[in-house]
T-cell receptor, first 116, second 113 residues
């Protein structure tokens, strides 16, 4: 257990519905990341926050996806009008700004989404 | 739990033997690398990292080797144990390119009794 928690762990929804996932990072970590992982592939970066500011967004993050981190602690990822191609594992990771220019990211257990 | 990586390259080793998992990374400008271990139904777990100013780094039972000339990274696991069975990913990051890590396709390690 890395200390990053995600809820729910599993979500089954019908195409066209909206879903929201939550991530609680390690408490002293100021950076938070969202990744998507499909079966047989490594995680793909979606977006990242430093405190409450969203600093990077991948081109994979279509306009149906929105992420927030309103108080610089937990984050939510919402997918509107879900499509079957959205079925994947959604992973959250966090890291702490340090003296190094890049920091180790610690991952949560993920939320598995299945769109029927 | 669900399966991670149904059609990944697989490495099978006998318990107690050493394992070597290889990764060809994509960007010659990448300067920070991490090896992650992922078990079924779980998120990736940090194993070891290395920066581009080094060519070798050792941890507990694990060693990472970096060859920047051929853009190759390897993870060596000594005295492989059943608990080492998982999918292993290398991830690369390029400084001044934000915090976006790019993950390799992964290798499944199976430890035989």
């Amino acid at each position: 257990d890395t200390g990053v928690s995600q809820n729910p762990r599993h979500k089954i929804t019908k195409r066209g519905q909206n879903v929201t996932f939550r991530c609680d990072p390690i408490s002293e970590h100021n950076r938070l990341y969202w990744y998507r992982q499909t079966l047989g592939q490594g995680p793909e970066f979606l977006t990242y926050f430093q405190n409450e500011a969203q600093l990077e967004k991948s081109r994979l993050l279509s306009d149906r996806f929105s992420a927030e981190r309103p108080k610089g602690s937990f984050s939510t990822l919402e997918i509107q009008r879900t499509e079957q191609g959205d079925s994947a594992m959604y992973l959250c990771a966090s890291s702490r700004t340090g003296t190094a220019s890049q920091e180790t990211q610690y991952f949560g257990p993920g939320t598995r989404l299945l769109v029927l | 739990g669900e399966s991670v990586g149904l059609h990944l390259p697989t490495l099978s080793v006998q318990e107690g033997d050493n394992s070597i998992i290889n990764c060809a990374y994509s960007n010659s400008a990448s300067d920070y690398f991490i090896w992650y271990k992922q078990e079924s139904g779980k998120g990736p777990q940090f194993i070891i990292d290395i920066r581009s100013n080094m060519d070798k780094r050792q941890g507990q039972r694990v060693t990472v080797l970096l060859n920047k000339t051929v853009k190759h990274l390897s993870l060596q696991i000594a005295a492989t144990q059943p608990g080492d069975s998982a999918v292993y990913f290398c991830a690369e990051n390029m400084n001044n390119y934000g915090q976006n890590f790019v993950f390799g396709p992964g290798t499944r390690l199976s430890v035989l009794p």
